[in-house]
Each structure stands twice: as C-alpha cells, then as structure tokens.
C-alpha cells in the first residue's frame, strides 16, 4: 500500500507521539528514551497488564526492551506519572517554530538559537553555546544543534540519574544506611540529619565492593533468575502436556465416536432386518389364511354353481344328486374353521435408547489449577485448612503422595488396606490382601508397601496396583524411604538397607529399641526417631552419626517429612505439635496446637500440606 508524504512526515516528527499519531500531550520518557503522551502511555501499560494480571513492567511499545516500574503491581494505572516528563519535548512542542537564544533574551538582545543545552534546557545561539561549553559550571553540558533535535529521539541530560530524585539540582554525594537511600547533601542536613549512620557516596560505593555485598546479590539474582527460568520451562512443558492431553482425548474421542456410529449401524441394520424379518413372515401368515379363504371361495362357487345346475335340470335324478353333492360339499365347507386374522407390529425400545437423546454432553471438561511458591520458606508460610475428613476404619501410621497425584494411606489394621485417594479427595480403590501395612513409598513405577505381622514389604505396580512380588525380611519391618537406588527400612532395633529385590545391602545397628519411622533427604541424609527415648537422630549412608534431637517439647517423635529445602517434620504425637528442622538439625519452626499428630507429608507442587491426627482423621491445608 503507498505511503503519503503526510505520513512519512509525520512518523518522522519528533514533536508527534507515536502511538496517538499527535501533537504530545505531556510527554514521559522511558529508559529506552522514547517519549509518549501522558494519557497514551498510560492506556498502553493498563492494557498490557490487565492482559496477564500483576506485572512489573512492560515492554516498550517502540523497541520492545523491557521496562520495569518501581509502580505498585496492582495499580498498573498509575504507572505513567513515575517516568519524568521530557522538558525538552514540551518545550519544543510548546513553542514558536522560529527560535531565539534564551540567555540573550534574558539580558534584552534577540540572536537566533542554534544550539540547545540538555542540561540547562533552553536555546542557545552561536556565541553563548560556545562560552557555555568553556565555562567551568556549564562544560560537562551535553550541546546539540536545533537541527539534530529535529531527528533524534531528545530526553533530558542523561546525567540527570545522578541527581537527588527530591532536589532535581543538586547531585547526590550520601548514602543513608538507615534508610538504604542515596540522598543530596540538602537531604543529608535535613530529612536524614537525625539518621544513625549517613556515609559519603564514594565510601559506600568502595565498601560494597569490597564487602562481597554486589557479588552476593548477583549470585542471589542469578540464582532466582534461574528458578524463574526454570518455572518458565515447566509451564512450557506443561502447556506441551496438556495439549498432548487434548490431542489424546480427542483422538480417544474420535475412536469412542466412530466404534459408537459402528455400533449404531450394526444396531441399526440388525433392527431394521428384524422388522423386515417380521414383516416377511406376517405376511406369510396372511398370506396363508387369505389362500384358505380363496380356496373356501372357490369350494363355495362349486357348490353355487351345482346348486344352481340342480335348479335348472328337468332330470329329477340328475337334479337331486348334484343337490346332494353340493350340499355335502357346503357342510364341509362350513366345517372349516375359517378365522379373520389380524396381525400388528410393534416394537420396544431398549431404556437406554429411550435416554440417549437426552444425553446433553459426552464429558464434563474441567481445569484444575495449582501452585507452588519458588523457595518453602517455612519461617514465614502460614497453613489455611480448606479441607478434612475420617478415615475409613482409621488406624493410619503414614501417608504418600504419589508421582500420579493419588494419595496413599497405610491403614495399620486388621483388615490390612492400603486406601488411595484422588486429587478431589475421594476413596478410588483400595489395596486389600495385606497383613497390618505400616509405611508404603513409590520407587520409580512400583508402590512397596512395609507389612509388620508378615516382616515382609509387598511391591505393587503403580499402573493399576497390581500385586507383583512379596519381599520377605527376617526382621521386624516398620517405616521405609528411598535414596540412590536403595531403600532403607526400619526395623525397630536397626535399620536394613535392600535393594528392589529384597537383598540385604547393609545392616545399621543403632541407639535404641524403637526406631520405627525413617526419611532419607535428597542429599542423602538418613533421618530416624525413637519414640520411647524421643529422639530423633541423622547418619549418613556409611553410617556416620551427624546429629541429635531432643528436646523437652519433643514428645513420641514418629513419623518424619522432608521436603526440597531438606527440612525434616517431626510429627510429635504426645505433644500436639509437628517440629521442623533445617538439614543440619536445628529447629527452624514448632507448629503448635496439632492434636495427636501421627504423619505429615508435603506436596510442593500443588501447595498442600497434610497431616494426619489421632489416626483417624486427615487434614488438608493449603500453604
């Protein structure tokens, strides 16, 4: 499409605002240099923020580069009046066409500008641009010529970014360390006078360099950099996997589809054949009955016809005898047992078919949403209860999540279940079969589940919980975890570690006779607890003893958590509470007032926290 001159000319006016196409209206500068209109700028950031929620910042509509505002996130409106207004723009869009040197204005003589001071901001002609650029207040000016602001994108001395953001004119020279604020030295005798500690500039400037305190906070923007980098990664993965998702039920759709129009035409053909199977011999019987009666019509007329002959004969012999033979044949007739048949086809349909118009749709399609925070800070999370409920014939010592997003119960009973529950919570299946379960943990595609009355640990596929081998163990068995290929097993008096197999790798001889629950982190710290002596103790694989814990307000320690931080959770029975611990074995957080606790366990990925109280009852926070 052709361009007019009008619009070349226009695009290229640095006095129109590129978005509105007019003359600026209040113009704001952005980092990248480019202005725009107050008002347009503004519409610009609400629409770009309300198009994906809370953001902090935007891209510039210009160039693309990246944007960010100090604004508050959920106010995207009142963005626009943080970016400084671009005096010079104003200044141009504001005055007459022909200039005049400002400086000699000043003292009544009029000299046409050719320059223009960034910095001073004001026009300036041959003469005072060139003693401007020797006098010792104005040389570091930034000068350019009336024509090159005529095609170049003009913004404010840079160096203004040096300069007290509450005093425009005086540059900043202090650091106030108890308002972590780089100030002038106006605002240094004023507003930070009383301050504890305000420093120069350049000796804050060579101590944080020398401190660490820039490398350190580098690595700490590297590092979150990477966790948003990797976010961003799995919620790419995870719009592949529901489109994979999609694509598989709507593939398995098709197929429901057209294996359905098959049965339907299979349904179809074998009803419409058997109605015309039925019509077939319908008519058949009519047809056989309407024979009868036509050949009862033809006997009839044989007998009319003789009668008739005997009628009409003079020969009296003649005359009696076929009388007699009609008359005979009549009687037979009559004797017959004629029947008017009526036959109706009808037919019944099947419940099923009666419903099937009414269905009104093939599923119900839903989205379910879950989030998890970057870093469990378990220091300021708080837990918010969304859900709890009694377990069936509860007697339960541990739980699982499980990597298919089911949870698993193993109910320590006489029945012998394990009990899997869905994301909405509800009982889909239960394990049956086993002889008092205690502790069950999923090892790549396989659930193996601790059995104490039969010292055996039975190994299930986590496809369909399918029972696939029976471990037998000459020990007591009680809690399990797994780390590095091999699976650690409490044993009340010791801890075993064995392989998928069931062979004995390595036998830990331990302090105490009640080690019954058992974690292993992800560095490979084996966490135990003794719940008579309450204690809770951490060894290495080789067997290395690390750390104790006990404390007054530990009580019956049990079951043990860990999650992606390595914080061990203690579930302490006889004290209501759930202690947690970071790696190295000292308390980070107690949370109190947990009636009875018996196990907790953590899903990061969906934010939920569960915990199981008095054996009987599970309850579900959202952290």
Avoid at 87 to 113: F, S, T, W
Avoid at 296 to 304: A, I, L, M, P, T
Wanted: negative net charge; proline residues 3%; aromatic residues 8%.
């Amino acid at each position: 499409m052709a361009t007019s001159q009008a619009e070349v000319n226009t695009v290229n006016d640095v006095t129109v605002c590129p978005i509105c196409f007019e003359k600026f209206k209040i113009p704001r500068y952005l980092q990248c240099k480019h202005s725009f209109c107050h008002d347009c700028l503004s519409s610009y950031i609400v629409s770009q923020c309300n198009s994906t929620g809370p953001r902090l910042g935007f891209h510039c509509p210009l160039c693309r580069v990246y944007i960010p505002c100090d604004g508050n996130p959920e106010k995207p409106e009142e963005w626009a009046g943080l970016f400084p207004i671009n005096d010079i723009l104003q200044k141009i869009v504001n005055e007459p066409n022909e200039k005049r040197c400002e400086a000699c204005v000043r003292d009544g003589d009029e000299e046409e500008a050719f320059d223009f001071c960034l910095s001073c901001i004001e026009y300036l002609c041959k003469l005072c641009a060139k003693y401007h650029k020797k006098n010792l207040a104005t040389r570091d000016h930034i000068i350019i010529s009336v024509d090159e602001m005529k095609s170049m994108q003009v913004v404010p001395n840079a160096n203004a970014g040096n300069r007290c953001p509450k005093h425009q004119h005086e540059h900043i020279q202090l650091y106030c360390h108890d308002h972590e604020q780089p100030c002038c030295g106006l605002c240094g005798g004023t507003e930070h006078r009383k301050c504890e500690k305000v420093d120069t500039i350049e000796n804050v400037a060579h101590i944080l360099r020398e401190s660490g305190q820039m490398e350190s906070l580098l690595k700490d923007v590297n590092a979150f950099k990477e966790q948003l980098q990797t976010a961003k990664t799995k919620q790419e993965q995870n719009i592949s996997e529901i489109e994979n998702t999609i694509d598989k039920n709507v593939a398995r759709t098709e197929e429901e589809f057209l294996n359905l129009v098959k049965h339907l035409e299979k349904l179809k053909k074998e009803h419409v054949d058997s109605m015309f199977s039925t019509l077939k011999k319908s008519k058949e019987m009519l047809q056989r009955e309407i024979e009868k009666i036509v050949d009862g019509v033809f006997c009839v007329d044989s007998c009319k016809t003789g009668i008739e002959d005997a009628q009409e004969t003079w020969n009296n012999t003649e005359s009696v005898l076929k009388f007699v033979i009609a008359k005979e044949k009549f009687q037979k007739v009559k004797q017959i047992n004629f029947r008017h048949l009526y036959l109706d086809i009808s037919e019944v349909k099947e419940p099923a078919w009666i419903e099937f118009p009414k269905l009104k749709r093939v599923a119900d399609v839903s989205l379910s949403a879950s989030s998890q925070v970057f870093d469990l800070n378990i220091k300021t999370i708080e837990l918010t209860k969304f859900h709890d409920f009694k377990i069936k014939d509860g007697c339960a010592y541990c739980g699982s999540f499980l990597s298919d997003g089911n949870f698993l119960i193993a109910n320590h009973n006489v029945i012998g279940t394990c009990l899997l529950y869905n994301d909405h919570w509800e009982c889909f299946q239960v394990i049956e079969g086993l002889q008092k379960p205690y502790d069950a943990i999923q090892y790549k595609e396989e659930l193996f589940v601790t059995n104490t009355d039969s010292r055996s640990v039975e190994v299930f596929s986590l496809t369909d919980y399918r029972k696939l081998r029976s471990l037998s163990l000459s020990y007591n068995v009680y809690g399990i975890t797994s780390w590095n290929r091999y699976m650690y097993v409490a044993c009340g008096t010791r801890i075993i570690k064995i392989n998928k197999l069931g062979l004995i790798m390595k036998s830990y001889h331990v302090d105490g006779d009640n080690i019954l629950n058992i974690i292993a982190t992800k560095s490979g710290l084996i966490v135990y607890s003794d719940w008579k002596l309450d204690t809770v103790n951490a060894m290495t694989d080789d067997g290395c003893f690390v750390w104790k814990y006990q404390t007054p307000e530990l009580k019956q320690p049990i079951e043990l958590e860990t999650d992606s931080s390595e914080n061990i959770y203690i579930a302490s029975r006889k004290s209501n509470s759930i202690h947690v611990l970071a790696k190295n074995g000292e308390v980070i957080k107690i949370l109190k007032n947990i009636r009875s606790p018996v196990f907790c366990k953590i899903n990061e990925k969906k934010g939920i926290f569960c915990v199981c109280t008095e054996m009987n009852t599970l309850q579900l926070y959202y952290m």
